[in-house]
């Protein structure tokens, strides 16, 4: 592939409701964002992906938009963001947005006039829909529970159409001049000076237009969508079109979020026929669940770990870029998930730094995993904000799980779990604000803190810096340009070379609390290790390695 600007971003997202309230009203705000941009840069981050801050009703946290072109009012201003875009410019950040256009919020004016007005033309921006004897037109769930179909009130046998909440509407893709009004607002956006977008949902953009009942999978007599509204053939069309209206008009970075996507079809999304200039791959994010259901957890190995992660990696570079991340908004955090020992952690969170942030792509940190972020414990379900946790919950106890099961579950796997605000300092709310912030703190702020992690150079934090520094500074052009070389070792160390010209780096992470054997014989020197202690063939539990090759 040709060498290009994006692939040298290390980019951080932000989750502007918890990353640091400036106004002290228990929410996070842009101007809070500002007063940050030197941490950030002090991490070493070239990029913030910014979670939509878009006006919205936030049902879905800001998912659900209602106008695309202002801002959500408790989270500040255009001016604000146009301030944003300034003060990052001049720190050297980039900045890319979060683009939805699967759907809008119902509160949006264009679903508000389909309502109002069956024969508006905005009528045919949404899916609607007749009944069929008394029932919904299929019988598809939608990904937060429930039918996919919402009854349009006051009409006779009318539903619209919702893949998320009955609050996300989708808009109609097949309707040529919604998409012209899409293309419109995005290109406005980039006359703003961003880099780029981060594209939510965009695979469910086409419907099966067949619209025909599934076989039930689930005690609610319901059968996923996933089969008939993501990634159904023909969707590239929409994607060829999108580009060449949009991105294809700006020299931009576009990551696509492409859930369930088969390496077969990656060609549509990214290379040189994509539509987006990387993609994230979940194939080895989700190997914890069965179809994202929390209620369904596998008994995955750090083998089948390691070979998911190998597969990705040699599938994208055969035909573009991808973007490794270990957590967002959408996941539990990431030591909960994939440290198997708890007395692991601490040293666990810097393995999985090692092990993802060498990968070939462009990482994306997650806010609060640079230090080490847990997951939280709940006591109850009314703790939860996330409409998908209710869900989940619900569902849960439909299959026959009991309300305790049912809450181990939300505390495993809860996208609340991410989204608990940034632990600053140890005082009250961890310095996010003064004010008792939207969500619950994710206890232990008082010791673990971004505060006390900067003083210490055994932190976290110093050690995603000192691995960003490897990155983009003192291996640069191997890490980022370089081959991936799958290195199987050892079925409990995730391995791999990263080539580039005649050199060669390795990375080797021992996932397991035992100490496990390796070998290799042509190490030239060790360029970063996770513990003080190093023996040639060895890895200690967790222990961690980055080493130069001979050539
Ligand atoms: C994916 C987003 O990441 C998630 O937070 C959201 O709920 C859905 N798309 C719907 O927009």
Redesign the pocket.
């Known amino acids: 592939m040709n060498k290009q600007w994006w692939m040298d971003e290390i980019v951080y997202q932000i989750y502007p409701k918890s990353f640091h309230d400036s106004n002290h009203d228990g929410i996070g705000d842009i101007p809070g964002i500002i007063e940050k941009l030197d941490y950030l840069k002090d991490l070493g981050v070239t990029m913030l992906w910014i979670c939509p801050v878009y006006n919205s009703p936030m049902d ?2 800001g ?2 938009i209602s106008d695309y072109e202002d801002i959500y009012p408790a989270f500040g201003t255009m001016d604000d963001m146009n301030k944003l875009f300034e003060k990052a410019q001049e720190k050297g950040i980039k900045i890319i947005m979060d683009l ?1 256009i ?2 809008t919020s119902d509160e949006h004016p264009w679903f508000q006039e389909a309502l109002a007005n069956p024969d508006s033309p905005y009528r045919q921006y949404y899916i609607f829909k007749e009944g069929k004897n008394g029932n919904p037109p299929t019988n598809w769930r939608s ?1 937060f529970g429930g039918s996919v179909w919402q009854k349009v009130p006051n009409e006779d046998n009318m539903y619209y159409f919702h893949a ?1 909440s009955k609050k ?1 509407p989708d808009l109609n893709w097949e309707n040529p001049q919604m998409r012209h009004d899409i293309y419109e607002m995005i290109n406005r956006w980039f006359d703003k000076g961003i880099s780029g977008f981060r594209v ?2 965009i695979n469910f953009i086409k419907k099966d237009q067949r619209f025909e009942d599934g076989i039930p999978d689930g005690a609610d007599g319901l059968v996923s969508c996933f089969d008939y509204c993501r990634n159904i053939q023909g969707i590239d069309k929409f994607y060829d079109e999108l580009k060449k209206e949009t991105f294809a008009k700006h020299d931009c970075m576009t990551v696509s ?1 492409a859930v369930g996507v088969g390496y077969d079809r990656i060609d549509e999304c990214i290379g040189d026929k994509g539509c987006f200039t990387m993609m994230f791959d979940f194939n080895y994010t989700n190997i914890d669940v069965i179809n994202e259901d929390y209620f369904r957890p596998t008994n995955w190995t750090i083998k089948e770990y390691r070979d998911a992660i190998y597969l990705s990696q040699e599938e994208i570079q055969k035909i573009g870029w991808s973007a490794p991340f270990l957590e ?3 996941q539990p955090r990431s030591i909960n998930k994939l440290i198997k020992d708890p007395q692991y952690y601490q040293l666990g969170a810097k393995t999985l730094a090692t092990m993802f942030l060498m990968l070939r792509g462009t990482p994306f940190i997650y806010q609060g995993q640079e230090l080490g972020m847990l997951n939280f414990h709940r006591q109850s379900v009314e703790e939860f904000d996330d409409l ?1 946790a209710h869900s989940q919950y619900h569902r849960a106890i439909e299959e026959g799980f009991d309300e305790k099961q049912a809450l181990a579950f939300l505390n495993q796997r809860s ?1 609340d779990n991410a989204r608990t605000p940034m632990p600053w300092n140890k005082e009250q709310y961890g310095g996010f604000s003064t004010h008792q912030p939207w969500i619950e703190m994710t206890d232990g702020y008082e010791t673990f803190n971004a505060q006390d992690q900067i003083t210490d150079p055994d932190s976290i934090l110093e050690y995603y810096k000192r691995l960003i520094n490897i990155r983009k500074n003192q291996y640069h052009d191997i890490l980022t340009y370089g081959e991936f070389i799958s290195l199987p070792l050892n079925d409990h160390i995730v391995s791999y070379i990263r080539a580039y010209e005649n050199k060669k780096i390795a990375i080797l992470c021992n996932l397991s609390s035992s100490n496990q054997t390796y070998e290799l014989d042509n190490i030239d020197h060790v360029i970063c290790n996770n513990i003080h202690d190093y023996t040639p063939g060895l890895l200690k539990p967790y222990q961690a390695l980055i080493l130069y090759l001979k050539k």
Do not use: L, M
């Open positions: 879905d946290n998912y659900d939805v699967n759907h990904v998320f996300q939510d949902a979020e967002n908004h959408d998908n996208r």
